[in-house]
Each structure stands twice: as structure tokens, then as C-alpha cells.
């Protein structure tokens, strides 16, 4: 009999580099193996499992709602869609939203969505960030920037190019009037948890005001609480007119959806967008027990302390190997360790002591804990990674 693993290699084109793990079931924080080994999870299905591992909430939600239809398709009102964009949009201030099924889905759809608000204006520049990652259609691909996602993939959109991250003088030289958008993520996450800086975001402030353009903010990873706000651009006083949201807020179903302000309401018309899936019932009905479970349980709150907690601790492990760690970056559960040698290996070592973390662009360890993680679980992830750096 082949083993999972095996078959895996003969039956998918070769994308994901798996974990050697076989996982069997999830509870809280943590997840187990065939051999019925516990891992205490803080990569935290990449910022997806806000809640953790089979939240009651989550699961009698999706029970409840397929009970009662799966799937209608967009030509029905739905309740619990209507039910999770009155609860986002009364919480976020925007006044308008949009469904998907994924994050690279959002953002093709806020493109889409800003291209119509510019079409009357004559605007049709867009931009990204350096390092950025949008997600891996093409439209998404073209504002991307980092080149292991890109190369090869040529020719991307015309008329978009990249700005140098927190570059103030790269911003200035490239934006003006013909400017449509910028796309930026708070805080980069795949690009290894960059936050953009206060000097960096007055002026994108500035120039949006001057040259009128769109500014939408990417909180695929960054949002939903995860860094103690709703929305991580709250940390840096920008003012998005679209943000784009997925990730953890279907609770672990496919859902994604980009939000509008209100002079983005009527760029979008009957039949100029529009999809199958998006928005499914049971996403939304589990998305709506995600948001009332953060909001009820003071979650967002929780995310803060949790990030306060590790940052101490990490910058800690700082001070005692400051030759292995060099910065410690994010907020919330959203952190990131600068490493001055490649992750993996650290990864790996915490994996046999039963800590699963994430390792990005090479040397940044990411941490992408639930939001239910205890203090003592935060303990024990800084003092388990403290005894991996000392043994190296
Ligand atoms: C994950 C991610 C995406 C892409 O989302 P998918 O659901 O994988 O398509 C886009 N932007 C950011 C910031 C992300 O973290």
C-alpha cells in the first residue's frame, strides 16, 4: 500500500511542499497525528483558523444552515449573507460589500470595482508594493511583486507597476493624476510581516487626498482582529476607500469579500460582476458565528494581548541570541522573527517538539496563533523556541 505521502506525489501537480505530517483531528489550539502525537498549532491554517480547531459556534452554524440549504445561487436574497455584510459593514463603516470564495477572488473583484469607478475619470494606473503578495490569479499576480510568484507567468496587466516598500520618495516619483490605486497590505504577510511605517503612510495619505486616486487596503491576512483591531490599516491611520477581507473569516469554509465606500456604491451596476459560489450560505453562516464569537468573546482584545505576550518574550530570546534573532515585527497575532539564518530548520525542530509554526521568505518565523490561545500556551511556544535557538 503506498502511504498518503506517495500517492499525494503521483496524483497532484507538485505545488505544495506538504508537512510530513498526517493529521487526524483538531480541538482548540491543537491538532493530532495518526500516531496520536499533539501539536500546539500557531501557524493556524495561515491565518484562517482565528477561532482555533472545531469552535462549537463555527460547527453548530454550518450544521444548522446545511439543514437548512446549501445552495440557492445569487439570484435569492439570502439571510445569512444579508446577516454577515450588515454585521461587517456596521463594524467596519463601509457601505458596501461583495462575496467571494477566496482572497486572489477579492482582490480581482476590487480591481474589477475600481476600474469601473475610473473608467469616467480617465485614471487606469494601478499599483502594489514591493515584496507584496496579492494572491495568484492574474489580475492579483500583476499587483504581487515578489518574484517566486510571478516569474514565468509573464505578460501580467498593463498598466500596473510597483512601488518601493515605505519608499516615500519612490511614492512620490510614481504616483499622479493618472494614478487609479494603490493596493497595499498593512502589514505584508507572506512578504514576512512587514509593517508600513508612519512617514510611509502620512504621505500615501497626502498623495491620495491630492491626486484623488483609490487606496485599498489588503487585510486577507491582516484583518478580521487578527492584530488586536479589526483592521490592521487602524494601526497606521490609513483610510482605505475598498479593503478586501478573506482568510479567517469564513471560519475555515472558502469565503472572501471586498468592501466599499460610499462613493464606490454605484461603480458597480446589474450584471457587470458577479459569481456562482460566492457568498455560499454555509461560508456566510460561518463567518457570522466567526464575527459574533470575536466580538462576543472580546477576541480582538484577546489578539492584543496575545501578540503583547509573545513580542516580550520573543524579544527576549532576542536579547539572549541577538547573533540569531534580529527584529521582531507585527502586532496581534500576526508577529513575525527575523531570523539571520534560514527558518526551516528551526521549524522543523520545533515540529518534533510538538509546535507547529510557519517560516516565511526564508528567514522570518511567522506566528499566526488563534485568538483563543492561552498564556501558558504563549509560554510555552517562546520557551520551546528559546531551547531550539540555544541548541543551534
Ligand atoms: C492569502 C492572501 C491572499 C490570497 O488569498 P487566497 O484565498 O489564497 O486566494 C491575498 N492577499 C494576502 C495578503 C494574503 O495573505
Given at each position: 500500500m503506498p502511504t498518503l505521502f506517495e500517492q499525494e506525489q503521483s496524483l497532484f501537480f507538485q505545488t505544495y511542499k506538504r508537512l510530513s505530517l498526517d493529521i487526524v483531528g483538531g480541538q482548540g489550539c491543537y491538532l493530532t497525528d495518526r500516531?496520536?502525537?499533539?501539536?500546539?498549532?500557531?501557524?493556524?491554517?495561515?491565518?484562517?483558523?482565528?477561532?482555533?480547531?472545531?469552535?462549537?459556534?463555527?460547527?453548530?452554524?454550518?450544521?444548522?444552515?446545511?439543514?437548512?440549504?446549501?445552495?440557492?445561487?445569487?439570484?435569492?436574497?439570502?439571510?445569512?449573507?444579508?446577516?454577515?455584510?450588515?454585521?461587517?459593514?456596521?463594524?467596519?463603516?463601509?457601505?458596501?460589500?461583495?462575496?467571494?470564495?477566496?482572497?486572489?477572488?477579492?482582490?480581482?473583484?476590487?480591481?474589477?470595482?475600481?476600474?469601473?469607478?475610473?473608467?469616467?475619470?480617465?485614471?487606469?494606473?494601478?499599483?502594489?508594493?514591493?515584496?507584496?503578495?496579492?494572491?495568484?490569479?492574474?489580475?492579483?499576480?500583476?499587483?504581487?511583486?515578489?518574484?517566486?510568484?510571478?516569474?514565468?507567468?509573464?505578460?501580467?496587466?498593463?498598466?500596473?507597476?510597483?512601488?518601493?516598500?515605505?519608499?516615500?520618495?519612490?511614492?512620490?516619483?510614481?504616483?499622479?493624476?493618472?494614478?487609479?490605486?494603490?493596493?497595499?497590505?498593512?502589514?505584508?504577510?507572506?512578504?514576512?510581516?512587514?509593517?508600513?511605517s508612519r512617514e510611509f503612510c502620512t504621505e500615501l495619505s497626502a498623495l491620495q487626498a491630492k491626486h484623488g486616486f483609490l487606496l485599498v487596503a489588503d487585510e486577507i491576512q491582516s484583518g478580521m482582529g487578527r492584530t488586536g483591531k479589526l483592521f490592521g490599516y487602524e494601526h497606521l491611520g490609513l483610510h482605505p476607500d475598498v479593503v478586501v477581507v478573506a482568510k479567517a473569516i469564513g471560519g475555515g469554509l472558502p469565503l472572501g469579500a471586498f468592501l466599499g465606500s460610499q462613493a464606490m456604491a454605484s461603480a458597480f451596476t446589474y450584471g457587470v460582476h458577479g459569481t456562482t459560489f460566492g457568498g455560499n450560505p454555509v461560508a456566510c453562516a460561518a463567518g457570522l458565528a466567526v464575527v459574533e464569537e470575536i466580538i462576543d468573546g472580546g477576541l480582538m482584545t484577546r489578539a492584543g494581548a496575545i501578540g503583547e505576550r509573545l513580542?516580550?518574550?520573543?524579544?527576549?530570546?532576542?536579547?539572549?541570541?541577538?547573533?540569531?534573532?534580529?527584529?521582531?515585527?507585527?502586532?496581534?497575532?500576526?508577529?513575525?522573527?527575523?531570523l539571520s539564518m534560514e527558518g526551516q530548520p528551526v521549524v522543523d525542530r520545533l515540529m518534533e517538539r510538538g509546535i507547529l509554526v510557519n517560516c516565511t521568505n526564508t528567514t522570518v518565523l511567522r506566528f499566526l496563533p488563534p485568538y483563543i490561545a492561552t498564556d501558558e500556551e504563549c509560554n510555552r511556544v517562546v520557551n520551546e523556541l528559546g531551547e531550539v535557538l540555544r541548541s543551534l
Amino acid at each position: 500500500m503506498p502511504t498518503l505521502f506517495e500517492q499525494e506525489q503521483s496524483l497532484f501537480f507538485q505545488t505544495y511542499k506538504r508537512l510530513s505530517l498526517d493529521i487526524v483531528g483538531g480541538q482548540g489550539c491543537y491538532l493530532t497525528d495518526r500516531q496520536g502525537k499533539r501539536y500546539l498549532d500557531f501557524f493556524g491554517g495561515l491565518a484562517v483558523n482565528a477561532l482555533g480547531y472545531n469552535h462549537p459556534r463555527v460547527v453548530k452554524a454550518i450544521k444548522n444552515q446545511a439543514d437548512q440549504y446549501i445552495h440557492l445561487s445569487n439570484f435569492f436574497v439570502q439571510e445569512p449573507q444579508v446577516k454577515l455584510a450588515e454585521k461587517l459593514l456596521s463594524l467596519s463603516g463601509f457601505a458596501r460589500i461583495f462575496f467571494t470564495n477566496s482572497g486572489t477572488e477579492a482582490i480581482e473583484g476590487a480591481i474589477k470595482l475600481v476600474r469601473k469607478w475610473g473608467a469616467p475619470r480617465g485614471k487606469k494606473n494601478l499599483f502594489g508594493l514591493s515584496n507584496s503578495f496579492h494572491g495568484r490569479t492574474m489580475g492579483a499576480l500583476s499587483l504581487t511583486e515578489r518574484a517566486k510568484y510571478r516569474e514565468g507567468y509573464e505578460p501580467f496587466l498593463p498598466l500596473t507597476g510597483h512601488i518601493r516598500f515605505n519608499d516615500v520618495e519612490d511614492l512620490r516619483a510614481k504616483v499622479n493624476d493618472n494614478t487609479l490605486a494603490v493596493f497595499v497590505e498593512p502589514i505584508q504577510g507572506e512578504g514576512g510581516v512587514n509593517v508600513l511605517s508612519r512617514e510611509f503612510c502620512t504621505e500615501l495619505s497626502a498623495l491620495q487626498a491630492k491626486h484623488g486616486f483609490l487606496l485599498v487596503a489588503d487585510e486577507i491576512q491582516s484583518g478580521m482582529g487578527r492584530t488586536g483591531k479589526l483592521f490592521g490599516y487602524e494601526h497606521l491611520g490609513l483610510h482605505p476607500d475598498v479593503v478586501v477581507v478573506a482568510k479567517a473569516i469564513g471560519g475555515g469554509l472558502p469565503l472572501g469579500a471586498f468592501l466599499g465606500s460610499q462613493a464606490m456604491a454605484s461603480a458597480f451596476t446589474y450584471g457587470v460582476h458577479g459569481t456562482t459560489f460566492g457568498g455560499n450560505p454555509v461560508a456566510c453562516a460561518a463567518g457570522l458565528a466567526v464575527v459574533e464569537e470575536i466580538i462576543d468573546g472580546g477576541l480582538m482584545t484577546r489578539a492584543g494581548a496575545i501578540g503583547e505576550r509573545l513580542c516580550a518574550g520573543f524579544e527576549d530570546l532576542q536579547k539572549r541570541y541577538p547573533a540569531l534573532v534580529t527584529e521582531v515585527r507585527g502586532f496581534g497575532c500576526m508577529l513575525g522573527v527575523q531570523l539571520s539564518m534560514e527558518g526551516q530548520p528551526v521549524v522543523d525542530r520545533l515540529m518534533e517538539r510538538g509546535i507547529l509554526v510557519n517560516c516565511t521568505n526564508t528567514t522570518v518565523l511567522r506566528f499566526l496563533p488563534p485568538y483563543i490561545a492561552t498564556d501558558e500556551e504563549c509560554n510555552r511556544v517562546v520557551n520551546e523556541l528559546g531551547e531550539v535557538l540555544r541548541s543551534l
